[in-house]
């Protein structure tokens, strides 16, 4: 699974620089004007770097580039694949996790927004998790889990009942999921995408 998965990773990154420098896109940066952005089905399609409408996501940051409009990423993705987004297309900064996590590109500085309380549930979860054979965590997540089961040979979501139901058994109650089609990502209740936004902005006075 890994070595597909890195193989996969780096055409769609050979494929963002390529579209990105074709573009000129330069540092996106600008006060009192701030655009959230996510990256699936904007930057890219969750399976080939800038395909239609991904292209013209890029071409759009060209444009708010040029308007002097600061762009941050906002997205469910790790903190790692944050950072290489922001540093291809030259951005201030973006938000990882469903907001668990910042990535501050001006002072290259990360923070971490999961209570202690989720923190902790989320160090439980983990545990319990990895004690089933039948369940893959994923890396890459620091401050939220992101799970997948094995299903004929394919990564596949945790049931939303059995999500539920796994987080009400085990009393998990500071934490809730999201489920996308290949995962379902758990986070700590306290964060959102927004709060995130709003940290940044005011680390960098937008």
């Known amino acids: 699974w890994r070595s597909c998965a890195d193989a996969g990773a780096g055409r769609r990154a050979r494929a963002t620089e390529g579209v990105a420098t074709g573009l000129g896109r330069g540092p996106v940066g600008g006060r009192g004007v701030v655009v959230g952005s996510v990256v699936d089905g904007v930057l890219e399609d969750g399976h080939e770097a800038f395909r239609s409408n991904a292209l013209a996501g890029a071409a759009a940051l060209k444009l708010l580039q040029l ?94 009942v059995a999500a539920r139901a796994l987080l009400e058994s085990t009393r998990l109650e500071h934490l809730t999921f999201w489920t996308a089609r290949r995962y379902t990502d758990f986070v700590d209740r306290a964060v959102g995408k927004g709060d995130g936004v709003q940290r940044l902005r005011e680390s960098q006075g937008l």
């Open 67 to 160: 308007g002097g409009v600061a762009v941050l990423l906002c997205t469910a993705r790790g903190l790692p694949e944050v950072k290489d987004r922001v540093a291809r297309f030259g951005l201030l900064g973006g938000v990882s996790g469903f907001g668990s996590q910042t990535w501050d590109a001006v002072f290259e500085r990360d923070l971490a927004l999961v209570s202690p309380r989720g923190e902790q549930q989320l160090r439980q979860l983990r545990e319990i998790a990895s004690s089933d054979p039948k369940l893959v965590i994923h890396s890459g997540h620091d401050h939220c889990v992101r799970i997948s089961r094995v299903v004929e040979g394919r990564l596949a979501p945790l049931e939303t």
